[in-house]
């Protein structure tokens, strides 16, 4: 497999953006110890970035119908399967994994993470769960839950992410 270096940003609020502090790091091959790419040495204000900009796109997203959320999880998974190659290759080049033994089975698994959640989101229902009250009924609902951090095993970068967002 040839290497190609890249310079990749992170994405805070939709967009792709450098760490306030400018400052980056090399990614490096475990296999053959090259240089793969640059990435951003994110920062503690990073994180309040991409935090305050997660908060504010959760009410937007708390807001749409279960059929809506569903549809975008969809288009994660379709945009996922677009770029299967490519994804299984940098992960490869990021973990060593074998490509065709490990890091294609993880990009599968990654679409089918984001399709499971997409169909639970369309059949997750409210519940009745007993009152001590017998006068009272108890009405519980599922809501999207808001901003989640996740700190993820270096082994499976795309997949235990994804259990959690999804």
Do not use: C
Request: net charge negative.
């Amino acid at each position: 497999m040839t290497t190609t270096t890249s310079d990749y940003g992170m994405v805070i609020a939709g967009k792709w953006v450098e760490s306030e502090s400018g400052a980056r790091m090399d990614a490096t091959s475990p296999a053959s110890g090259e240089t793969i790419g640059s990435v951003p040495k994110g920062t503690r204000e990073d994180a309040q970035r991409a935090i305050a900009a997660a908060n504010a796109a959760w009410r937007e997203w708390a807001a749409r119908s279960p059929f809506e959320r569903a549809a975008a999880m969809e288009r994660v998974a379709e945009l996922i399967v677009e770029r299967r190659d490519e994804l299984a290759r940098t992960l490869t080049l990021d973990q060593g994994k074998p490509l065709h033994a490990e890091s294609y089975g993880e990009v599968d698994e990654l679409v089918e993470y984001w399709r499971m959640a997409a169909a639970d989101t369309t059949r997750l229902e409210g519940s009745m769960p007993p009152s001590v009250d017998a006068s009272k009924r108890v009405l519980a609902y599922r809501v999207p839950r808001g901003v989640v951090g996740a700190i993820t095993p270096w082994n499976w970068p795309y997949t235990m992410a994804a259990e959690l967002m999804a």
